[in-house]
Nanobody
Framework: QVQLVESGGGLVQAGGSLRLSCATSAGTFDNYAMGWFRQAPEKEREFVAAIMWGGSSTVYQNSVKGRFTISRDFAQNTVYLQMNSLKPEDTAVYYC????????????????????WGQGTQVTVSS
């Protein structure tokens, strides 16, 4: 039904930038909000950013506000996470997720509300 394929992870020095991409199956954006989550070693999965279904509003974890930007390209069926001013604490496996018709802060930031997940892409930020 919904396929999510992430790319763009890698190793970057602190202060650098990466852009993660999540290619989705056609029509995903018509019915799903899109979110990015991350999981560092020995830590729980953490919300990073999301863009709502049915609109363009976005929500971010406080620690990434002003540094990360989530966006969608409807023509390419791709969601992006532009990450600037990266810090070592950003090191984690980053996951793309699709949540059916999520359009509130409470639902978009809750990993339990998402229906489909990518396999993850590793981001490592060196000091």
């Amino acid at each position: 039904q919904v396929q999510l394929v992430e790319s763009g992870g890698g190793l970057v020095q602190a202060g650098g930038s990466l852009r993660l991409s999540c290619a989705t199956s056609a029509g995903t954006f018509d019915n799903y909000a899109m979110g990015w989550f991350r999981q560092a070693p020995e830590k729980e999965r953490e919300f990073v950013a999301a863009i709502m279904w049915g609109g363009s509003s976005t929500v971010y974890q406080n620690s990434v506000k002003g540094r990360f930007t989530i966006s969608r390209d409807f023509a390419q069926n791709t969601v992006y996470l532009q990450m600037n001013s990266l810090k070592p604490e950003d090191t984690a496996v980053y996951y793309c997720a699709a949540g059916m018709r999520l359009n509130t802060i409470a639902t978009m930031t809750d990993d339990r509300r998402y229906d489909y997940w990518g396999q993850g892409t590793q981001v490592t930020v060196s000091s």
